[in-house]
């Protein structure tokens, strides 16, 4: 299947190019997250835009889309879900992430 390009104006947040350029504002970012976690949170920092954590050679690496800490020095992965895996699928990956 070749490689298209989808184009600008058909971009939504759920695309990673538009989630991650919206997430960069962090008036934005900031107030998403005090909105779904119900806290205040004074000021944000962007840890890494991309974080990357590699695991070990037998195990999977994986992908953060958005890596910010707040004031208080709580630290927040911020990932858009598309569709709902299978069965316990999300779980299982929280828990991976977590782990890792």
């Not at 390009?5 to 695309?15: G, R």
């Not at 190019?17 to 962007?46: A, D, N, P, Q, T």
Request: glycine share 4%; proline share 3%; hydrophobic share 30%.
């Amino acid at each position: 299947m070749p490689y298209t390009i989808k184009p600008w104006e058909e971009l939504t947040i759920q695309d990673d190019y538009m989630f991650k350029l919206i997430m960069r504002r962090e008036r934005i970012c900031k107030r998403m997250l005090e909105k779904i976690l119900k806290i205040k949170i004074h000021h944000i920092k962007y840890l890494e835009e991309e974080k990357t954590i590699n695991a070990t050679y037998e195990s999977k690496g994986i992908r953060l889309d958005v890596y910010v800490q707040d004031d208080k020095n709580s630290v927040y992965s911020i990932e858009m879900q598309v569709r709902k895996p299978d069965g316990e699928g999300l779980f299982r990956r929280t828990r991976y992430y977590q782990s890792l």
